[in-house]
């Protein structure tokens, strides 16, 4: 059989009416440990242009000596041009409809060309689809849950919705892959790279738009799909940084006034304190406050946004709010935190203690 590690969609260049299939299928030789083929590459990239996604398993017998087997499969990427258009809803009917496909893959949209993606070289996993899982797992982990892996089910069950669906945007750095030995070579890793950068806004099935990464995380945190996350601020004058944990968001309505106050609780840990001054009670206010101050402006930009795209972002009309009235809701927040642990010292070390 061969192993489908990766599956990516795009929409054909020249022909709109034709999608181009790939699939990367796992070289079992060039993943084994004892490597007796001659062949080094870990994964094959096959491409099929078909009219429809369909027809790629029939198409797949006139390249491969193996039937597919995609079980095993690590992640869908659909290109940005092609979650653009209407083919996308066609794309995710597919995967829907076929009971031999699981719907709990990672999903992505990528907003660099798909050649480029699959071709290049992920360090610390030689097998691409599980260098993007774990990279995702890894995302999941920083931010305290699971629910930052989008997976074709969540793009399905959110296609009835008012609310947009948010998928996280794969991202080349760089403009060439990075598959020759020379490039292989190098140390910079980040440059020449896969990356997750920004949001796709999924709407009807449909991609309608993007957000930067700062509004990702926000929204999700309003929309209490995770739970923590770092800021950096600035505390009378100095840097600090924060790691804001225990999110805990709670919406009050008030129907009658057509208004929503949201409540927004953090804990804050320190993770590096720039300012000369000793950690006292008040100094720690200052950091909660200068954190609330911060969050409240993320959480009206997110509002501002919606408003003015028109992406119910926070879902309000699932909440029973009229399509009409959506965008008049008198909307605020609450935010308030807690310095919970501020590190070993109190106050950090100074060029002027080191003087003799």
Same mark, same amino acid.
């Given at each position: 059989?061969a &192993? $489908?590690?990766i #599956?990516?969609?795009?929409?054909?260049?020249?022909?709109?009416?034709k &999608?181009? $299939?790939?699939? /990367?299928?796992?070289n079992?030789?060039?993943? +084994?440990?004892?490597?007796? #083929?001659? +062949?080094?590459?870990?994964?094959?990239?096959?491409?099929?242009?078909?009219?429809?996604?369909?027809?790629?398993?029939?198409?797949?017998?006139?390249?491969?000596?193996?039937?597919?087997?995609?079980?095993?499969?690590?992640?869908?990427?659909?290109? %940005?041009? &092609?979650?653009r258009?209407?083919?996308m809803l066609?794309?995710?009917?597919?995967?829907?409809?076929?009971?031999? !496909?699981?719907?709990?893959?990672?999903f992505?949209?990528?907003?660099?060309?798909?050649?480029i993606?699959?071709? =290049?070289?992920?360090?610390?996993?030689?097998?691409?689809?599980?260098? @993007?899982? =774990?990279?995702?797992?890894?995302?999941?982990?920083?931010?305290g849950?699971?629910n930052? &892996?989008?997976?074709?089910? *969540?793009v399905?069950?959110?296609?009835?919705?008012?609310q947009?669906?948010?998928?996280?945007?794969l991202h080349?750095n760089?403009?060439e892959?990075?598959?020759?030995?020379?490039?292989? %070579?190098?140390?910079?890793?980040?440059?020449?790279? @896969?990356?997750?950068?920004?949001?796709?806004?999924?709407? !009807?099935?449909?991609?309608?738009?993007?957000? *930067?990464?700062?509004?990702?995380?926000?929204?999700?945190?309003?929309?209490r799909k995770? $739970?923590?996350?770092?800021?950096?601020?600035?505390?009378?004058?100095a840097?600090?940084?924060?790691?804001?944990?225990k999110?805990?968001?709670?919406?009050?309505?008030?129907?009658?006034?057509?208004?929503?106050?949201?409540?927004?609780?953090?804990?804050?840990?320190i993770?590096?304190?720039?300012?000369?001054?000793?950690?006292?009670?008040?100094? @720690?206010?200052?950091?909660?406050?200068a954190?609330?101050d =911060?969050?409240?402006?993320?959480?009206?930009?997110?509002?501002?946004?919606?408003?003015?795209?028109?992406?119910?972002? @926070?879902?309000?009309?699932? /909440?029973?709010?009229?399509?009409?009235?959506?965008?008049?809701?008198?909307?605020?927040?609450?935010v308030q935190s807690?310095?919970t642990?501020v590190?070993?010292?109190t106050i950090?070390?100074?060029? /002027?203690?080191?003087?003799?």
């Open positions: 059989m &192993i $489908v590690n #599956g990516a969609v795009d929409l054909d260049s020249k022909n709109k009416k &999608i181009n $299939v790939y699939l /990367q299928v796992i079992p030789m060039g993943v +084994s440990a004892k490597g007796g #083929g001659s +062949s080094k590459a870990a994964v094959y990239t096959y491409r099929f242009d078909e009219m429809s996604p369909g027809l790629v398993q029939e198409a797949s017998s006139t390249a491969m000596p193996r039937r597919l087997f995609a079980d095993h499969m690590q992640c869908y990427i659909l290109s %940005e041009r &092609i979650a258009t209407e083919n066609q794309v995710i009917n597919y995967f829907e409809r076929d009971p031999a !496909r699981r719907t709990s893959i990672t992505l949209i990528a907003d660099s060309p798909l050649p993606v699959l071709n =290049s070289f992920t360090p610390l996993e030689t097998v691409p689809g599980r260098f @993007l899982r =774990s990279l995702m797992e890894q995302q999941s982990i920083e931010f849950s699971t930052f &892996i989008l997976r074709v089910k *969540d399905i069950e959110g296609i009835p919705k008012h947009p669906t948010i998928v996280p945007i080349y760089g403009s892959p990075s598959s020759s030995t020379s490039r292989l %070579e190098e140390i910079d890793a980040v440059n020449n790279g @896969l990356s997750i950068k920004d949001g796709a806004v999924i709407y !009807r099935a449909k991609m309608v738009g993007r957000i *930067d990464r700062e509004m990702f995380i926000t929204d999700m945190i309003l929309n995770i $739970v923590q996350a770092m800021d950096s601020l600035v505390v009378s004058g840097k600090v940084d924060v790691l804001a944990t999110f805990k968001v709670k919406r009050n309505w008030d129907r009658a006034a057509n208004r929503l106050l949201i409540d927004i609780h953090a804990n804050l840990r993770i590096l304190n720039d300012q000369q001054e000793e950690m006292t009670t008040q100094n @720690l206010h200052k950091v909660e406050q954190f609330n =911060s969050f409240l402006e993320k959480a009206r930009e997110v509002v501002k946004h919606a408003n003015k795209t028109g992406w119910d972002l @926070l879902g309000l009309q699932d /909440q029973g709010v009229a399509s009409d009235q959506w965008k008049l809701t008198h909307l605020d927040f609450d807690e310095v642990a590190g070993n010292t950090p070390y100074r060029s /002027q203690d080191m003087e003799e």
